[in-house]
T-cell receptor
């Protein structure tokens, strides 16, 4: 089944403890992206990647890192999480970076930073 | 700056009522337009999209949307809503030819349908 898989789905952590949210897609998509969803703010893009070793900042990149060493994986790294990073995170992928392509979303990862 | 505006934060309807959710965007060039739906506790799914051609597009579950270029609008409609349509709806706009880095989402409209 074609899908985007995120882990963990739920995580409670403490300020400053590094964490990684993994994202993997099995559709051979070139494009991958991370969004955070907060009440009243909709989805805001954190980082995106148009291909292996190609990443770029979205609208709210502060406090996050990403890497794209393999086509299928696009982990989101929080080096020193803070409470304002408590949010619902979605990974998404698309078949090509240019043109009008539909995003396939993962199920979401709910992160709480105490 | 490019933006997407969804006029209603929360809409409450009774079953069988008609629905129209507004979406306006600020970019003046060629765009691709999307509506995504997020059912409670689930991830976003595509409802419908407009790339080119007939400005009236039909999506899944009886939804449709009309692209009006002169008004920079892409409103979502459904003639008769059902309780199962309770969800949050997001409009998204992408500049034609740009990377998906330019896909911008509205803040969402929460739809509650009373049985």
């Amino acid at each position: 089944e074609a899908q985007v898989t995120q882990n963990p789905r739920y995580l409670i952590t403490v300020t400053g403890k590094k964490l990684t949210v993994t994202c993997s897609q099995n559709m051979n998509h070139e494009y991958m992206s991370w969004y955070r969803q907060d009440p009243g703010l909709g989805l805001r893009q954190i980082y995106y990647s148009m291909n292996v070793e190609v990443t770029d900042k979205g609208d709210v990149p502060e406090g996050y890192k990403v890497s794209r060493k393999e086509k299928r994986n696009f982990p989101l790294i929080l080096e020193s999480p803070s409470p304002n990073q408590t949010s619902l995170y979605f990974c998404a992928s698309s078949s090509a970076p240019s043109g009008a392509n539909v995003l396939t979303f993962g199920a979401g990862s709910r992160l709480t930073v105490l | 700056a490019q933006s997407v505006s969804q006029h209603n934060h929360h809409v409450i309807l009774s079953e069988a009522a008609s629905l129209e959710l507004g979406c306006n965007y600020s970019y003046g060039g060629t765009v691709n337009l999307f509506w995504y739906v997020q059912y409670p506790g689930q991830h976003l799914q595509l409802l419908l999209k407009y790339f080119s051609g007939d400005p009236l597009v039909k999506g899944i579950k009886g939804f449709e949307a009309e692209f009006i270029k002169s008004k920079f609008s892409f409103n979502l409609r459904k003639p008769s809503v059902q309780w199962s349509d309770t969800a949050e709806y997001f409009c998204a706009v992408k500049r034609y030819g740009g990377s998906q880095g330019n896909l911008i989402f509205g803040k969402g409209t929460k739809l509650s349908v009373k049985p």
